[in-house]
């Protein structure tokens, strides 16, 4: 009995000690509390854009790519962009470059501040030149483009072009007159020209371009902004491509003179006819001109002086008679006319 009862017992202790688990680890596993925690997001830095700060060697010249042809008196027009100036959205600290001059000295002396090259004398030799093009820097604030005090400059190169040895004539200018319409000009042909150059000068000022016209057969111009009363000068060059030719410095000149308007005739003794017309401003003196033929064949001219009326004698009876008359004006050896009136005929009767 006492055997059984100390079984039992030791039964009892055996159950209440822990002993360590064996066996197969995909068929046990120990307990654990859950400590996991939730990561947090990574923080996230904001993207910044980045000012442009181009160098000012980044600019660009356009028109000087191609070898250029400098004839005496040529210029060539060209353009500057800026590094920096294509920037539509600048952030603080942008940089642009704004073009100021352009100088073929390094130093920037004899500067030009117009975009355009040339020469007055002309080059004939095709040749390599440098040009330095100067720029003032310019820094964004957040809102405007302040100047800095900061002027670079930027060096560029242009070639002139060989130019042909063969000169272009001098027009020869075959005659001036006074249209209806205006002051009709004139010159004999240039061959192989790409067309004409028209110079004017009023009373004894200096010659001022009035026109171009293309085409070598194209031999006459009509000034149609020439006023009554003022003397003009007129003369041409030809021109072909960039090429220009030379003119003839003294020019035909003519006084600008509109026709008078012919009023009256009038059958008022036998064989003769009195004239009449309406004066003309600065005109000097009248001819009339009158004729058995409309068309003035054989017809006979007579000068009058500053009159608006003289008398036709020696008229035939039965006969018709057409006349006409235009103003005249004589200045410094040479006479000018203005274009002829309207025509009116008549009838002697007596």
Request: glycine fraction near 8%; charged fraction near 20%; proline fraction near 4%.
């Amino acid at each position: 009995m006492k055997k059984k009862i100390a079984t039992l017992l030791l039964c009892a202790v055996l159950s209440a000690t822990s002993f360590p688990v064996t066996g197969m680890a995909g068929e046990f596993s120990a307990a654990s509390e859950d400590v996991s925690q939730e990561t947090p997001d990574p923080e996230i830095t904001p993207t910044v854009k980045p000012a442009r700060t181009p160098k000012v060697t980044a600019s660009v010249v356009k028109g000087l790519e191609k070898p250029l042809k400098f004839y005496p008196g040529q210029f060539y027009e060209f353009k500057v962009i800026g590094a920096g100036t294509d920037n539509k959205s600048p952030v603080k600290g942008a940089v642009r470059w704004i073009p100021l001059y352009w100088s073929m000295s390094s130093v920037g002396d004899r500067y030009n501040s117009v975009w355009k090259i040339g020469s007055p004398v002309g080059i004939s030799t095709g040749a390599s030149y440098t040009m330095y093009i100067f720029f003032k820097q310019q820094v964004y604030n957040g809102k405007l483009w302040i100047d800095t005090e900061t002027v670079k400059s930027m060096r560029t190169t242009f070639k002139s072009a060989d130019l042909s040895s063969s000169k272009l004539p001098i027009p020869s200018l075959t005659s001036v007159s006074n249209k209806s319409k205006g002051i009709v000009f004139k010159w004999n042909k240039v061959t192989g020209c790409s067309g004409y150059m028209i110079y004017r000068k009023t009373g004894s000022g200096k010659w001022t371009k009035l026109a171009t016209v293309k085409g070598s057969s194209t031999l006459s111009y009509t000034d149609r902004t020439a006023k009554s009363g003022n003397t003009y000068t007129y003369t041409v060059k030809a021109y072909k491509d960039s090429q220009q030719g030379s003119y003839n410095t003294i020019g035909l000149k003519i006084t600008r003179l509109t026709a008078p308007t012919l009023s009256s005739l009038t059958n008022t003794k036998s064989g003769r006819t009195n004239v009449k017309w309406k004066k003309v401003t600065a005109a000097s003196g009248y001819q009339v001109e009158y004729s058995t033929s409309k068309n003035f064949t054989n017809s006979k001219r007579i000068s009058t002086g500053n009159s608006s009326s003289t008398a036709l004698s020696g008229l035939k009876k039965g006969k018709t008679y057409y006349t006409r008359v235009r103003a005249c004006k004589k200045s410094n050896g040479i006479t000018s006319y203005s274009p002829w009136s309207n025509t009116k005929s008549i009838k002697i009767k007596k």
